[in-house]
């Protein structure tokens, strides 16, 4: 299985809403990654988990709340949002830090 | 920022034709990889070159690294309308786990 699986897909929310994103992988991989990408533009990291462990935060607003209940999932809560923040969510799992990073498909949000 | 740029920005050819695009990076790398990402989708890993490689091949790609300028390049022979993505470069941050994507390139390949 070289899958990572995201959830939802799509999303709209309010400003004063609360939401998760989910992310799943069976792979091994012992890196979960978030990175957020705007439209015509490239992803940019928000945050890296490693070893279950949060190891890179890119000085996300906290409204962005990430979680890593095991080695295998990988979630971002999300609260009090802006409408700036619409944009695709990507997570992405490595083996090591050498390696290729395997990405799903994405969950677009947007926020009203 | 410790973004880098590809150039160009977008590239327009014709079926069969060769597609080049280009990548600048900023900071000492481990390994530096190329992307493809067809529009609103996940990205796809396509090629991995390590700091101590010049040249690589994968199929119908080609890939350059030169540390000493911090540039590479991606080379797609004899392409095909489903081609069609954008590009984009990552590097490692040399030895985190910090891969940063640059600016990207985007690939139009008429049939």
């Known amino acids: 299985d070289t899958e990572v699986t995201q959830t939802p897909k799509h999303l709209v929310m309010g400003m004063t809403n609360k939401k998760s994103l989910k992310c799943e992988q069976h792979m091994g991989h012992r890196a979960m990654y978030w990175y957020k990408q705007k439209a015509k533009k490239p992803p940019e990291l928000m945050f890296v988990?490693?070893?279950?462990?949060?190891?890179i935060n890119e000085s996300v607003p906290s409204r962005f709340s990430p979680e890593c209940p095991n080695s295998s999932l990988l979630n971002l809560h999300l609260h009090a949002l802006q409408p700036e923040d619409s944009a695709l969510y990507l997570c992405a799992s490595s083996q090591n830090h050498n390696g290729e990073l395997f990405f799903g498909e994405g969950s677009r949000l947007t926020v009203l | 920022s410790q973004q880098g740029e590809e150039d160009p920005q977008a590239l327009s050819i014709q079926e069969g034709e060769n597609a080049t695009m280009n990548c600048s990076y900023k900071?000492?790398?481990?390994?530096l990889q190329w992307y493809r990402q067809n529009s609103g989708r996940g990205l796809v890993h396509l090629i991995l070159i390590r700091s101590n490689e010049r040249e690589k091949h994968s199929g119908r790609l080609r890939v350059t690294l030169d540390t000493s300028k911090k540039s590479s390049s991606l080379l797609i022979t004899a392409s095909r309308a489903a081609d069609t993505a954008s590009y984009f470069c990552a590097t490692d941050g040399s030895g985190t786990y910090k891969y940063i994507f640059g600016t990207g390139t985007r690939l139009k390949v008429l049939a």
């Open positions: 900071t000492s790398i481990n390994n």
């Open positions: 988990y490693s070893y279950e462990k949060l190891s």
